[in-house]
Structures are given as structure tokens and as C-alpha cells.
T-cell receptor, first 116, second 111 residues
Framework: GAVVSQHPSWVICKSGTSVKIECRSL??????MFWYRQFPKQSLMLMAT?????????EQGVEKDKFLINHASLTLSTLTVTSAHPEDSSFYIC????????????FGEGSRLTVL | GEDVEQSLFLSVREGDSSVINCTYT??????LYWYKQEPGAGLQLLTY?????DMKQDQRLTVLLNKKDKHLSLRIADTQTGDSAIYFC???????????FGGGTRVLVKP
């Protein structure tokens, strides 16, 4: 399967600070990037979808000014959680898509954010 | 909207077969997926099936799709302790579209 790298794997930050999570597709070009989050003992929920070079489309209830997504290249997308609060503590996972009609969708290893 | 349901928990003895079931509501679902998640890890794509298929087999994994009943199952043959994990089914209406996930089934394999 495709190699998708996320960094950092885990991060602890103080309330009010910003955290940037990187997602890299190492062996293919990601024309589209999906960002999901998973709260403890829950399933994954889509936060936003971004196409390379375009603004991200956010799901209902996800604040675009709080979760900044940058998808400036075909191999790198970043999610920045601005002014993080304890309720933003979650597992954030990216899923890049290369535009092919195969149906395959791979995920990164995830980034666990804990906001104190 | 779309809804995907799974049973919460499955316990199985090592060497037996496991069957994890999933139901979905969106008749437009085109791709149906099974992912495995181990503690603290991301999602590993196990297999996926296109909606015009009834069955797909890949080594120990067999996926059955009943499109009429909107029912998907994953059978793991000769279950091993390393198969203990949470298994998510998910659906998508098209390639490159978002996935809608079920709540996950926690599989515990007992020696």
C-alpha cells in the first residue's frame, strides 16, 4: 500500500497555543487530502477536504478559522490547530488520494494531540 | 444521510474464524472498505470491494457484500492473536470521495 507519514505522532501543548500536524504522501502525489479526527473510543469523522492549491472544504460544525489546512504541494498537507483547547484533544488522521479511480484509500499513522 | 452500523465487540478463539458484520443505508455506496486499527495506530487498509461484486477473497480475508440488504461482512480465517484490533467498515459513493465509517468492532482473540 501507499506510504503516508504523519508528524508528530503525538504532541502535548498548553491551552491557547497552536499546533501544526504534517502529512506527507511519500510514494504518490496527493491531489486530494482528507483530514479526519477520532475522539477516544469513537469512530473517525471527516473534518475537511482539500485539493492541491485550493482552499479546503470543511464539514459542518468544523471551524475553518480554528483548523487551518494548507495543501500547497502534491506531497505535503498541514493541519494547524489554532488556539487549542482541551476539547480539541483528539487523534487526527490524514488520508491522501492520488486521483485514480481504483477506490484505494490509505491513511497516515495519526497524530495524537493532548491539550492541557 | 449516510449511516454505517457495526456490532461493538467480538470475542473469538485463536484458530477459529471471525465474522464481522456491517450494515449501511446509502444505496449510492460504490466502494465498501474494511480497515484495521491497532491501539494508538492509524488505519490499515485490509481490503475493499466494489459494489458490483458479491465477494472478494484475499488470503485469510473474505468479504461478502449483499447489496440488496446493504450488508457487508468480513471473515477472517484461522484468526490469530495478532488479529486483535478494532475493525472499521466504511463506505464511499465514489473514488476520491470521503469515507463514512461505522463505529468499529473490537475483536479480541483468545489463545
Amino acid at each position: 500500500g501507499a506510504v503516508v507519514s504523519q508528524h508528530p505522532s503525538w504532541v502535548i501543548c498548553k491551552s491557547g497555543t497552536s499546533v501544526k500536524i504534517e502529512c506527507r504522501s511519500l510514494d504518490f502525489q496527493a491531489t486530494t487530502m482528507f483530514w479526519y479526527r477520532q475522539f477516544p473510543k469513537q469512530s473517525l469523522m471527516l473534518m475537511a477536504t482539500s485539493n492541491e492549491g485550493s482552499k479546503a472544504t470543511y464539514e459542518q460544525g468544523v471551524e475553518k478559522d480554528k483548523f487551518l489546512i494548507n495543501h500547497a504541494s502534491l506531497t505535503l498537507s498541514t493541519l494547524t490547530v489554532t488556539s487549542a483547547h482541551p476539547e480539541d484533544s483528539s487523534f487526527y488522521i490524514c488520508s491522501p488520494w492520488n486521483g485514480e479511480n481504483t477506490g484505494e484509500l490509505f491513511f497516515g499513522e495519526g497524530s495524537r494531540l493532548t491539550v492541557l | 444521510g449516510e449511516d454505517v452500523e457495526q456490532s461493538l465487540f467480538l470475542s473469538v478463539r485463536e484458530g477459529d474464524s471471525s465474522v464481522i458484520n456491517c450494515t449501511y443505508t446509502d444505496s449510492s455506496s460504490t466502494y465498501l472498505y474494511w480497515y484495521k486499527q491497532e491501539p494508538g495506530a492509524g488505519l490499515q487498509l485490509l481490503t475493499y470491494i466494489f459494489s458490483n461484486m458479491d465477494m472478494k477473497q484475499d488470503q485469510r480475508l473474505t468479504v461478502l457484500l449483499n447489496k440488496k440488504d446493504k450488508h457487508l461482512s468480513l471473515r477472517i480465517a484461522d484468526t490469530q492473536t495478532g488479529d486483535s484490533a478494532i475493525y472499521f467498515c466504511a463506505e464511499s459513493i465514489a473514488a476520491g470521495n470521503k469515507l463514512t465509517f461505522g463505529g468499529g468492532t473490537r475483536v479480541l482473540v483468545k489463545p
